[in-house]
């Protein structure tokens, strides 16, 4: 897999709730695509969720193109390791990358039953503060074996931003505001948005920044 040294950071990062920003182009959906078929890959069963808001630039930005899904993947679709049918990509081991669009709040209720044990947002700041808590509220995982150097890091969640938005007063509050770069801080009782939990008590948070949103 060849990621720069910022997208290891994040990729790597003990966090379990990370925010990789920055410039456009910087590598935060490349990011997003390579970590989540190497997570499918090395932990069977893995249900990884990956969201934009709009389905066609889901499709346009993550499926298709040179270094999309599909691009990717050619080679293990080639031998039977990974078969891509229509928004879901399914790996021998019976681990899945769902691509998923959640444009309005309403929309949120498609989700209302899923176990996510990875949820990528890419372009964090196009959603609502109201979906993202909702999703997020979705990520749990049980009768999953981790590899040992996995322990303690799944369910997981990576966002990738852009500055601007209409999300983008929550996400600054939420993973910037009181944490530099690079850093990563407990979370739980902090923000009385989030519902408590233990599952969600034990995150901890990490802000990884090519540029911080303003
Ligand atoms: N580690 C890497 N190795 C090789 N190519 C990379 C790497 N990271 C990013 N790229 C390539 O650089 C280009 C820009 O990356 P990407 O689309 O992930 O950026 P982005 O941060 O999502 O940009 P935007 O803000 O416009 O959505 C893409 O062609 C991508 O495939
Ligand atoms: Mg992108």
Redesign the pocket.
Known sequence: M???PK?WVAFGSAATEILYG??????????IRQAAISWCAEIPGLQVYLFRRIREDLSK?HMEG??GFRALLSGWVECGFAQIVEDEIRFWNGSKIYLCHCKDEKDRFKYQGAEIHVLLI??LTHFTEVIYRFLRNRVRMTGITVPAKYQGRFPRILC?A?PGGVGHQFVKVTFICSTSSLASRPIGRARPAMKPSSAIATRSRAHCPNRSPR
């Open positions: 060849a990621l720069h997208q920055g410039a456009a182009g910087g590598g935060k959906s490349h990011l930005n040179p270094a890419d372009e990738g852009n």
